[in-house]
């Protein structure tokens, strides 16, 4: 993606009550909630431009997710959790960036195994 901004959204499901709108309805109705995220000022071929961009997705996904419910609410927490993690996951494929690809794997720079000796 060459683009300089980032489209970060989650289709959120909405509890839509059945008296006002049909079943058939109500369980297609995903209403689409997005932010943006600025790189104009990011290296992202470096360890450091690629990390500090995973914070802003992970940052922006918080706020397309948001509120974060209450350890209490079950249900809630893991909608809230599947929201971030699909909403960061998405958005690192999107932004095809091998080393934000690698900070989101966890590791600092991508490898390759080029060659490998196993000793007996």
Request: with cysteine; proline share 5%.
């Amino acid at each position: 993606m060459n683009k300089m901004l980032l489209s970060i959204g989650f289709a959120a499901v909405a509890g839509i009550s059945s008296v006002a709108f049909d079943s058939a309805y109500a369980a297609d109705y995903s209403p689409v909630v997005s932010t943006s995220v600025q790189y104009l000022d990011l290296n992202l071929s470096t360890p450091t431009g690629a990390e500090q961009m995973l914070h802003r997705i992970k940052a922006a996904a918080h706020r397309v997710c948001n509120p974060e419910p209450a350890l209490q609410a079950l249900s809630e927490s893991a909608e809230w959790r599947t929201c971030m993690t699909t909403s960061v996951s998405d958005a690192v494929r999107r932004l095809d960036s091998p080393m934000v690809t690698a900070a989101y794997a966890g590791r600092t720079q991508p490898t390759v195994v080029l060659a490998q000796y196993k000793s007996h």
